[in-house]
């Protein structure tokens, strides 16, 4: 008689969000409430999670993660080195609310040191809703956690049968199931017939890869994003300097363009030691240095294919290092 496969020990850390979500009736589908149900509940609701890993279950948090802070990712992160430092632990999935499950990814990509898996999960209907997204979301995630093609691809995101990278991966629909999409630089692949599938690796680094070092910070630096609009103007900006922003990430229009009303601001602050990051609300494509602005003049920085959420955590960590615009630009070119 054959031996079992011995299967991978992953450890499923909750936070929050839809996935632990429950609404008043079954076509809930809007209005209900956020982090209701424990991760112990969550486990239990899924038993062919036994079949892929041996699963224990740790609550880290119960929030909707539109109240995620910094203090929350630091948390996290040191939470999750220690345990993939222990050789028991072969990988981890993080269950969150998908407003800003994007960004914890990221922050997570660039500040992981370990190979293995680390994989966040959410769900855009709650636990109590017809066609719950929740409980196959979570069995694909604990199986691509538990799986060795998922070793050294970076942090990744498992939603909707797919899997992209923190980085590149956005929510693009305020409710539907496939709202998560890498919609140009494009996915790394597919969850079916119970097996991850890889077609593309993300070639930014990312986990033990990066410069950056968390374990002995309690807070990152302020940094705050202004959006781009027609009659813009530098009011927003200014309020953002005088509570002592360290770091500004401006969410322009088209490729990155500044508003005349905004440059003497933005010039300003730069010259005050606040970074100032270039970066786009469109989207999709480059914020190139040197296009819409003079970045060498100005002493600016851009963001490249970044979004400005994401920028926003590239720019903490940039700032935890150093306040050179051309040493950021490199990280913004590296990660
Ligand atoms: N679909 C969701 O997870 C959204 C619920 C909530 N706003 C959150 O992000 O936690």
Not at 36 to 47: F, K, N, Y
Not at 60 to 73: D, L, P, Y
Not at 265 to 279: D, E, M, P, Y
Not at 298 to 321: E, H, S
């Amino acid at each position: 008689e054959a031996a079992a496969p011995k299967l991978g020990n992953v450890t499923i850390l909750a936070t929050g969000g839809t996935i632990a979500g429950t609404g008043a009736s079954s076509t809930t589908t809007i209005g209900y409430t956020a982090a209701t149900v424990g991760v112990e509940r969550l486990i239990q609701a899924v038993p062919e999670l036994a079949k892929v890993a041996n699963v224990t279950g740790e609550q880290v948090f119960q929030i909707a993660s539109e109240n995620m802070s910094n203090e929350h990712w630091l948390t996290l992160a040191k939470r999750v080195n220690v345990l993939l430092a222990q050789s028991n632990v072969d990988g981890i999935v993080i269950t969150h609310g998908t407003d800003t499950l994007e960004e914890t990814a990221y922050f997570l990509d660039l500040v992981v040191k370990s190979k293995k898996p680390v994989v966040l999960v959410g769900a855009m209907r709650p636990s109590t809703a017809l066609s719950a997204d929740g409980p196959l979301n979570l069995y694909n995630a604990v199986l691509l956690a538990a799986s060795a093609d998922a070793v050294g691809k970076g942090v990744l995101v498992a939603m909707n049968d797919q899997i992209h990278a923190a980085r590149d991966v956005s929510k693009t629909n305020t409710s539907t199931p496939d709202s998560f999409k890498t919609t140009e630089l494009g996915m790394l692949g597919y969850i079916q017939g119970n097996k991850p599938y890889f077609y593309h690796v993300s070639s930014r680094k990312h986990t033990t890869d990066t410069e950056f070092d968390i374990s002995n910070l309690q807070s990152l630096p302020q940094v705050d994003i202004v959006y781009g609009y027609a009659n813009m103007g530098p009011a927003a900006l200014n309020a953002f300097i005088a509570a002592g922003a360290k770091g500004i990430i401006h969410a322009g229009v088209g490729d990155g363009s500044l508003a005349h009303k905004v440059v003497p601001s933005l010039s300003a602050a730069r010259k005050q030691g606040t970074v100032i990051v270039r970066a786009s609300r469109v989207g999709q494509g480059i914020v190139a240095r040197n296009g819409e602005a003079n970045d060498d003049e100005l002493d600016f920085v851009a963001a490249d294919t970044l979004n400005p959420q994401k920028a926003r955590i590239l720019l903490m960590l940039a700032l935890t290092k150093t306040g050179n615009s051309k040493e950021i630009q490199r990280m913004f070119y590296t990660y």
